[in-house]
């Protein structure tokens, strides 16, 4: 059936060049050069089509740069050691360009969100492959078996991909894989699992803890920004629990408005959201300035606190949205938890708040230790041209990876933001750090 399907796209691609060039005329140099834009953008179209895993091949509207856009879907194993267990769709989009200009492979360690360049794409004007994430969107099985939900089998997943296109399109380009967050943590496990699968990394303010909640954070939180401005962020969480009832009251009649669900409760959803307002200040770069005063009426301190932590951690609906997020972060990359003891008399205990609660229902694992453990190894000792972006003030910053003495030999980097957050890019850093970036990467791409 596969193969009866790709022909059949094979046949429509054939069919679309000979309906295109039957209606071009050949004696201007402009309608000339219009057949040969046909043959190229159709020869691209049936390479991707003849593809084995492939399954879909669907043209997109061009943005960007590109000349052409296409969306593909790959047929993936569910579990790559038991392959009964059948397959599952996976997505991609590819921002064709030409094979003379390399390829910059956006990992995303969510589902796919943009169609448009990235950062590294739009500088060089290059190819971009972009790879949902197994088990977000569309890209996962109708019935989901967490156990197979690993980033080896990720990591399998993309060098698959990236292989075929290469083979398929880009036999001669450079490629560089890049991720953003969670896409960071992506692109580090998959250059330590296939670490010739391609030229070189770009790794965005991503996280490598070594624990499920990596207490590295508690720390960067006591210690980030200045005195003050962590006294005033502390002074702001008192309030909040000092105007409980009416923040409680407020969320309940929004929860009723938007049709908001809190499976832990929503009072306990309050407390969650206080304890989180610290490490999400910090990590989208907020300003203390906007943190109203103890004596701010309880409609700013409500509309404040939810403006920084929002409803989308710990909302039922939006929890099973992310809930490959939460069994990856539980299971094998790391999340953070959070310390209550200065709100011990508020809380009624000093014990620490952790997300085990958003595991999948009725199922629980322990964590395992090897995965991230593995992939630090992997960065001290053999990892090649690799580049680490970071944000000073970035929350997940307290997880960053650490360079090795020995990383500059193989041409790993890390440059931080001073004072960045999440939102840190190459883009944020001075002209000259910038420059600097750019000539490794170019050295790496040439």
């Known amino acids: 059936m596969k193969k009866k399907f790709i022909n059949s796209l094979t046949l429509v691609a054939i069919a679309f060049l000979l309906t295109n060039c039957v209606s071009v005329k050949v004696d201007s140099t402009q309608e000339k050069s219009k057949i040969v834009l046909v043959e190229k953008e159709t020869s691209a179209f049936t390479k991707l089509a003849s593809i084995e895993n492939v399954f879909k091949v669907e043209k997109r509207p061009t943005n960007s740069h590109f000349t052409n856009n296409y969306e593909i879907w790959f047929q993936q194993p569910i579990d790559y050691n038991d392959l009964s267990k059948g397959t599952f769709p996976q997505r991609v989009l590819l921002g064709y360009v030409g094979d003379s200009?390399?390829?910059?492979?956006?990992l995303q360690g969510y589902g796919i969100y943009t169609?448009?360049?990235?950062?590294l794409a739009n500088h060089y004007e290059a190819n971009q492959l972009t790879i949902e994430h197994r088990y977000f969107n569309n890209s996962k099985p109708e019935t989901i078996d967490w156990n197979t939900l690993k980033v080896a089998a990720a990591a399998k997943d993309q060098a698959m991909i990236i292989s075929e296109i290469r083979k398929a399109l880009y036999p001669s380009a450079k490629f560089v894989t890049t991720g953003i967050s969670k896409g960071c943590q992506t692109t580090m496990a998959h250059r330590r699992f296939f670490p010739n699968n391609v030229d070189a990394s770009v790794c965005y303010v991503?996280?490598?803890?070594?624990?499920?909640?990596?207490?590295r954070v508690y720390s960067f939180l006591k210690n980030v920004g200045t005195e003050a401005q962590r006294n005033q962020i502390k002074a702001f969480q008192e309030s909040c629990f000092q105007h409980k009832d009416f923040l409680l009251n407020k969320l309940k009649e929004i929860s009723k408005e938007n049709n908001y669900e809190w499976e832990m409760g929503v009072e306990k959803a309050l407390t969650y959201s206080i304890l989180e307002y610290p490490f999400a200040f910090w990590q989208w770069g907020n300003d203390t300035d906007s943190i109203p005063s103890s004596n701010a009426p309880s409609e700013d301190i409500y509309n404040h606190l939810f403006k920084i932590a929002g409803y989308g951690f710990f909302e039922t609906n939006a929890v099973d949205d992310l809930q490959s997020y939460f069994w990856a972060a539980l299971t094998e990359q790391g999340i953070y938890g959070y310390e209550t003891a200065l709100f011990k008399e508020h809380?009624?205990?000093d014990k620490i708040y952790d997300f085990e609660w958003a595991f999948p229902e009725g199922i629980s694992k322990v964590y395992d230790l090897k995965p991230m453990q593995k992939i630090k190894e992997f960065l001290d000792v053999k990892a090649e041209k690799m580049l680490f972006i970071y944000g000073e003030y970035d929350a997940w910053?307290?997880?960053a990876v650490e360079l090795s003495e020995t990383a500059k030999e193989r041409e790993l980097y890390k440059f931080v933001k001073e004072k960045g957050s999440h939102t840190t890019r190459i883009k944020t850093f001075d002209i000259e750090d910038q420059k600097t970036i750019y000539q490794i990467i170019d050295s790496w791409i040439e």
């Open 101 to 106: 200009k390399p390829v910059i492979v956006e």
């Open 115 to 119: 169609e448009k360049a990235g950062e």
């Open 206 to 215: 991503g996280p490598l803890n070594y624990q499920r909640e990596d207490p």
């Open 347 to 349: 809380i009624g205990t």
């Open 397 to 399: 910053s307290a997880t």
